[in-house]
Protein backbone atom coordinates (compact mmCIF):
# COMPACT_ATOMS: atom_id res chain seq x y z
CA UNK A 1 0.00 0.00 0.00
CA UNK A 2 0.97 3.64 -0.40
CA UNK A 3 1.61 5.29 2.80
CA UNK A 4 0.32 8.71 2.89
CA UNK A 5 2.01 11.25 5.26
CA UNK A 6 0.62 14.71 6.29
CA UNK A 7 2.65 17.51 8.44
CA UNK A 8 1.96 19.05 10.40
CA UNK A 9 -0.36 17.00 12.28
CA UNK A 10 -1.53 20.30 13.18
CA UNK A 11 -1.70 23.91 13.69
CA UNK A 12 -2.93 26.76 15.32
CA UNK A 13 -3.49 29.96 12.96
CA UNK A 14 -5.48 33.30 12.99
CA UNK A 15 -7.90 34.62 10.52
CA UNK A 16 -6.43 35.74 7.15
CA UNK A 17 -3.23 33.67 7.51
CA UNK A 18 -1.66 31.75 4.90
CA UNK A 19 -1.84 28.65 5.48
CA UNK A 20 0.55 25.84 4.17
CA UNK A 21 -0.31 21.73 4.58
CA UNK A 22 2.54 18.75 3.22
CA UNK A 23 1.33 15.61 1.73
CA UNK A 24 3.66 13.12 1.48
CA UNK A 25 3.44 9.68 -0.41
CA UNK A 26 5.86 6.51 -0.28
CA UNK A 27 6.39 6.31 -3.59
CA UNK A 28 5.95 8.55 -7.01
CA UNK A 29 1.98 8.95 -7.89
CA UNK A 30 2.63 11.37 -10.43
CA UNK A 31 -0.26 14.22 -9.90
CA UNK A 32 -2.76 11.14 -8.96
CA UNK A 33 -3.48 13.31 -5.08
CA UNK A 34 -6.96 14.92 -4.00
CA UNK A 35 -7.52 17.15 -1.49
CA UNK A 36 -10.48 16.66 1.60
CA UNK A 37 -11.88 19.46 4.10
CA UNK A 38 -13.69 17.76 7.06
CA UNK A 39 -15.40 19.70 10.09
CA UNK A 40 -16.54 18.15 13.29
CA UNK A 41 -19.70 15.29 12.30
CA UNK A 42 -19.37 16.16 8.90
CA UNK A 43 -19.05 14.79 5.19
CA UNK A 44 -15.66 15.14 3.73
CA UNK A 45 -15.68 17.73 1.07
CA UNK A 46 -13.59 17.53 -2.03
CA UNK A 47 -11.22 20.58 -2.16
CA UNK A 48 -8.70 19.72 -4.84
CA UNK A 49 -8.29 16.65 -7.57
CA UNK A 50 -5.68 15.53 -9.47
CA UNK A 51 -2.84 17.96 -7.67
CA UNK A 52 -4.55 21.45 -8.44
CA UNK A 53 -7.53 20.90 -10.04
CA UNK A 54 -10.03 23.38 -7.96
CA UNK A 55 -13.33 21.62 -7.60
CA UNK A 56 -16.42 24.07 -9.24
CA UNK A 57 -18.13 25.69 -5.97
CA UNK A 58 -14.57 25.65 -3.94
CA UNK A 59 -13.29 29.59 -2.99
CA UNK A 60 -10.18 30.36 -4.64
CA UNK A 61 -8.38 30.80 -1.68
CA UNK A 62 -7.75 26.95 -1.53
CA UNK A 63 -4.34 25.70 -4.29
CA UNK A 64 -2.82 22.73 -4.35
CA UNK A 65 0.21 21.74 -5.72
CA UNK A 66 3.07 19.17 -6.76
CA UNK A 67 3.85 16.26 -8.58
CA UNK A 68 5.89 12.70 -7.64
CA UNK A 69 5.62 12.76 -3.72
CA UNK A 70 5.69 15.87 -2.43
CA UNK A 71 2.24 18.06 -2.33
CA UNK A 72 0.97 21.07 -0.75
CA UNK A 73 -2.38 22.52 -0.15
CA UNK A 74 -2.48 26.28 0.52
CA UNK A 75 -5.21 28.70 2.45
CA UNK A 76 -4.23 31.84 1.04
CA UNK A 77 -6.08 33.86 4.23
CA UNK A 78 -7.78 31.37 5.96
CA UNK A 79 -11.31 32.03 6.88
CA UNK A 80 -13.37 31.28 9.70
CA UNK A 81 -15.05 28.69 8.20
CA UNK A 82 -11.49 27.09 6.88
CA UNK A 83 -11.20 25.73 10.34
CA UNK A 84 -11.17 21.75 9.97
CA UNK A 85 -9.10 18.74 9.37
CA UNK A 86 -7.75 18.61 6.12
CA UNK A 87 -6.99 14.99 4.72
CA UNK A 88 -5.08 14.27 1.43
CA UNK A 89 -5.83 11.24 -0.55
CA UNK A 90 -3.51 9.31 -3.70
CA UNK A 91 -5.76 8.14 -6.38
CA UNK A 92 -2.51 6.25 -8.05
CA UNK A 93 -3.24 2.48 -6.91
CA UNK A 94 -5.23 0.04 -4.91
CA UNK A 95 -6.47 0.34 -2.02
CA UNK A 96 -6.85 4.23 -2.26
CA UNK A 97 -5.46 5.57 0.82
CA UNK A 98 -5.46 9.07 3.15
CA UNK A 99 -3.26 10.62 5.04
CA UNK A 100 -3.91 10.75 8.33
CA UNK A 101 -5.52 14.72 8.54
CA UNK A 102 -4.24 17.91 9.64
CA UNK A 103 -6.05 19.79 12.39
CA UNK A 104 -6.41 23.42 11.53
CA UNK A 105 -7.71 25.25 14.24
CA UNK A 106 -8.60 28.85 15.58
CA UNK A 107 -5.25 30.38 17.47
CA UNK B 1 -27.63 16.99 -8.33
CA UNK B 2 -25.82 13.70 -7.26
CA UNK B 3 -27.00 12.63 -3.66
CA UNK B 4 -26.45 9.42 -1.75
CA UNK B 5 -27.40 8.26 1.35
CA UNK B 6 -26.06 5.34 3.47
CA UNK B 7 -28.98 3.26 5.21
CA UNK B 8 -28.80 0.10 7.95
CA UNK B 9 -28.86 -0.95 11.31
CA UNK B 10 -26.84 0.97 13.73
CA UNK B 11 -25.72 -1.81 15.60
CA UNK B 12 -23.71 -4.94 15.18
CA UNK B 13 -23.24 -7.37 17.75
CA UNK B 14 -19.27 -9.22 17.41
CA UNK B 15 -19.13 -11.86 14.92
CA UNK B 16 -22.30 -11.17 12.88
CA UNK B 17 -22.67 -9.08 9.47
CA UNK B 18 -22.64 -5.78 9.13
CA UNK B 19 -24.88 -4.80 5.91
CA UNK B 20 -25.29 -1.26 4.70
CA UNK B 21 -27.03 0.03 1.51
CA UNK B 22 -26.54 3.57 -0.55
CA UNK B 23 -29.35 5.15 -2.60
CA UNK B 24 -28.07 6.96 -5.18
CA UNK B 25 -30.28 9.95 -6.30
CA UNK B 26 -29.67 12.30 -9.50
CA UNK B 27 -27.70 10.19 -11.73
CA UNK B 28 -27.90 6.66 -12.67
CA UNK B 29 -25.83 3.94 -11.29
CA UNK B 30 -24.44 2.89 -14.38
CA UNK B 31 -22.07 5.73 -14.55
CA UNK B 32 -19.04 5.78 -12.61
CA UNK B 33 -17.65 3.35 -9.82
CA UNK B 34 -19.49 3.92 -6.44
CA UNK B 35 -17.17 3.02 -2.86
CA UNK B 36 -17.85 2.79 0.81
CA UNK B 37 -15.03 4.35 3.04
CA UNK B 38 -15.14 4.21 6.78
CA UNK B 39 -14.02 6.06 10.03
CA UNK B 40 -13.24 5.11 12.89
CA UNK B 41 -14.57 7.45 15.95
CA UNK B 42 -11.74 9.91 15.95
CA UNK B 43 -9.44 8.45 13.43
CA UNK B 44 -8.92 8.59 9.63
CA UNK B 45 -10.49 7.12 6.64
CA UNK B 46 -10.65 4.24 5.14
CA UNK B 47 -11.27 2.79 1.63
CA UNK B 48 -13.27 -0.28 2.04
CA UNK B 49 -13.85 -0.76 -1.95
CA UNK B 50 -15.45 -0.11 -4.65
CA UNK B 51 -18.03 -1.23 -7.66
CA UNK B 52 -18.96 -0.67 -11.02
CA UNK B 53 -22.80 -1.10 -11.97
CA UNK B 54 -21.43 -4.41 -14.01
CA UNK B 55 -20.44 -6.09 -10.99
CA UNK B 56 -16.27 -5.28 -11.07
CA UNK B 57 -15.43 -5.01 -7.44
CA UNK B 58 -11.78 -3.80 -5.63
CA UNK B 59 -11.87 -4.22 -2.30
CA UNK B 60 -9.09 -3.09 0.11
CA UNK B 61 -6.60 -6.37 0.91
CA UNK B 62 -6.53 -6.01 4.77
CA UNK B 63 -10.58 -6.27 4.64
CA UNK B 64 -11.04 -8.68 1.44
CA UNK B 65 -11.92 -11.39 3.20
CA UNK B 66 -14.54 -10.37 4.85
CA UNK B 67 -15.90 -7.55 2.36
CA UNK B 68 -18.73 -8.11 -0.33
CA UNK B 69 -19.86 -4.96 -2.39
CA UNK B 70 -22.88 -5.21 -4.72
CA UNK B 71 -25.16 -3.18 -6.79
CA UNK B 72 -28.78 -3.13 -7.26
CA UNK B 73 -29.23 -1.04 -10.76
CA UNK B 74 -32.97 -1.82 -10.42
CA UNK B 75 -33.15 -0.17 -7.42
CA UNK B 76 -30.01 2.31 -8.03
CA UNK B 77 -28.69 1.36 -4.82
CA UNK B 78 -25.34 -0.05 -3.59
CA UNK B 79 -24.61 -2.29 -0.64
CA UNK B 80 -21.88 -3.24 1.83
CA UNK B 81 -21.15 -6.48 3.81
CA UNK B 82 -18.35 -6.99 6.39
CA UNK B 83 -18.54 -10.33 8.40
CA UNK B 84 -17.04 -11.51 11.49
CA UNK B 85 -17.04 -7.66 12.69
CA UNK B 86 -15.27 -6.89 16.25
CA UNK B 87 -15.04 -3.82 17.60
CA UNK B 88 -12.30 -2.69 15.16
CA UNK B 89 -14.92 -2.44 13.00
CA UNK B 90 -16.74 0.54 14.70
CA UNK B 91 -16.93 3.45 12.70
CA UNK B 92 -18.76 6.06 10.64
CA UNK B 93 -19.27 4.04 6.97
CA UNK B 94 -19.53 6.55 4.17
CA UNK B 95 -20.48 5.73 0.86
CA UNK B 96 -19.21 7.74 -2.34
CA UNK B 97 -19.19 7.86 -5.99
CA UNK B 98 -15.32 7.49 -7.47
CA UNK B 99 -14.99 9.70 -9.83
CA UNK B 100 -12.11 10.72 -12.29
CA UNK B 101 -8.80 9.65 -11.46
CA UNK B 102 -10.07 8.47 -8.57
CA UNK B 103 -11.43 10.88 -6.36
CA UNK B 104 -14.38 10.92 -4.22
CA UNK B 105 -17.47 12.89 -4.29
CA UNK B 106 -19.49 13.66 -3.53
CA UNK B 107 -20.38 11.55 -0.27
CA UNK B 108 -23.42 10.42 1.53
CA UNK B 109 -24.06 11.87 5.39
CA UNK B 110 -22.37 8.78 6.39
CA UNK B 111 -24.14 6.40 9.21
CA UNK B 112 -22.06 4.88 12.89
CA UNK B 113 -22.14 1.27 12.70
CA UNK B 114 -21.16 0.35 16.42
CA UNK B 115 -20.27 -3.64 16.90
CA UNK B 116 -21.12 -4.31 20.76
CA UNK B 117 -23.21 -7.18 22.50
Known amino acids: DIQMTQSPSSLSASVGDRVTITCRAS??????LNWYQQKPGKVPKLLIY???SLQSGVPSRFSGSGSGTDFTLTISSLQPEDFATYYC?????????FGPGTKVDIK | QVQLQESGPGLVKPAETLSLTCTVS????????WSWIRQPPGKGLECIGYIYYSGVTNYNPSLKSRVTISVDTSKNQFSLKLTSVTAADTAVYFCARKVGDNWFDPWGQGTLVTVSS
Open chain 2, 26 to 33: GVSITTDY
Open chain 1, 27 to 32: QNIRTY
Open chain 1, 50 to 52: TAS
Open chain 1, 89 to 97: QQGYSTPFT
